[in-house]
């Protein structure tokens, strides 16, 4: 195992911000409908930052990495940086390579979140 999967593998098993957040002011759960995984993230936003953040999944090892890492990125972020957080962003956050079927299991995390800040209620596929 190199360094960088090692790194998926700490954040896997032992994710930042996993668990609900009481008081949150936008939630969302997004699903990849290839196979079925599933994240849900909460956002507590204040004067337009995230002040907190939380995330559940049932999912893969990078579904589940890469959202613990995007939360970890974004708390105490300004809403319209997170908003505009590129999947680029988060193959770099990740940093090993990801085969075209993985892009998905990468974006999860991110697409949940922006889908929250964005109010949008039922995610469409
Ligand atoms: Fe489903 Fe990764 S295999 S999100």
């Known amino acids: 195992m ?3 999967q090692q ?3 700490e954040h896997y098993g032992n994710p930042c911000n996993y668990g609900t957040v009481q ?3 936008h939630q969302h759960t997004d699903f990849n ?6 994240v ?3 956002v507590k936003v204040e004067d337009d ?3 907190n953040v939380g995330f559940t999944c049932k999912g893969c090892a990078i579904s589940k990495a890469s959202t613990s890492m995007l939360t970890e990125h974004v708390e105490g972020k300004g ?3 997170v908003k505009n957080i590129k999947n680029e962003d988060m193959m770099q956050m990740l940093n090993i390579p990801i ?3 993985r892009v998905n299991c990468v974006l999860l995390g991110l697409v949940a979140i922006k889908k929250a800040l964005y109010g949008v209620e039922h995610a469409e596929h």
């Open 2 to 4: 190199n360094m960088y």
């Open 7 to 9: 790194h998926i593998m």
């Open 23 to 25: 008081d949150c002011t």
């Open 33 to 38: 409908p290839l196979c079925g995984d599933e």
């Open 40 to 42: 849900t993230i909460q």
């Open 49 to 51: 930052k995230v002040v």
């Open 79 to 81: 809403v319209e940086i």
């Open 99 to 101: 085969s075209p079927s």
